[in-house]
């Protein structure tokens, strides 16, 4: 006589959501749901069929980080998908936890600003700079600053991002002129550059976060930073006068 197999429990599915429970989860719309996958800011669904797919609670949870980063922090899109990418590829749960309370601990000029972060309408800033639309909205693609709308439906840019403009009307008025081929698409490369720059100091925390305490990762943190900035402000001049320098000892020969 044959013993029946003991029934195994199945294991609990984390994909258990249709497109129209996580919308309503997460007050998305389903075009948005689909253009942070397009943008690699979300795991793709489970597929269930040609057309559907199922979802869970990690996808719930992205969304609702990107919406608060986005509408809270005011941070571009790909800024949000560097610093995800990052995370993702350096810690390990209980690593990010050791961070959080790090960063909990940073001086005020590294710490994230708490609550919605204040918001200037665009519309007298670019006048005011002698900036254009067309200069904005490529910002905004590029992932430099973000655009929003207040609940006036007037189109804002946080606060913390006016030197931004300021700066591109300051290279304006230097002489990096539209007519001369000058674009917000010639900052690509430093964005790029930022971008690599803070994958590469996360992996820096990953070798640390197990080995110092909260306390200590931050003063790190605090200390670590501005002497990064500066190291590039300096190393940056230097290869600008060496370039200066290669160019008149050409000419002299």
Known sequence: ???????????????????????????VTRPVVHFYIQQGLLPAGQKTGRNTALYGDEHVQRIRLIRKLQEERFLPLKAIKAVLDAERDAFTPAQRSTLVEAMQRLGDSLKPAE????????????????LDRADLARFDALGVLCLAKDDRGRTVVRRDDVWVLQCWAELRDAGFTRELGFTPDDLTIYVEAI??????????????????????????????????????????????????TTLDARRST
């Open 1 to 27: 006589m044959s013993v029946p197999r003991k029934a195994r429990k199945k294991p609990e599915p984390t994909a258990r959501y249709k497109m129209k429970e996580l919308t309503a989860l997460t007050g």
């Open 115 to 130: 609550g919605t972060a204040s918001a200037v309408v665009v519309d007298g800033l670019i006048a005011d700079l002698g």
């Open 195 to 244: 971008e690599q720059f803070i994958r590469h100091e996360a992996v820096w925390l990953g070798r640390i976060v197990d080995k110092v305490p909260p306390a200590k990762l931050a003063q790190m943190v605090d200390r670590g930073v501005p002497l990064i900035h500066s190291f590039l402000t300096r190393h940056h001049e230097s290869k600008v006068r060496a370039f200066i």
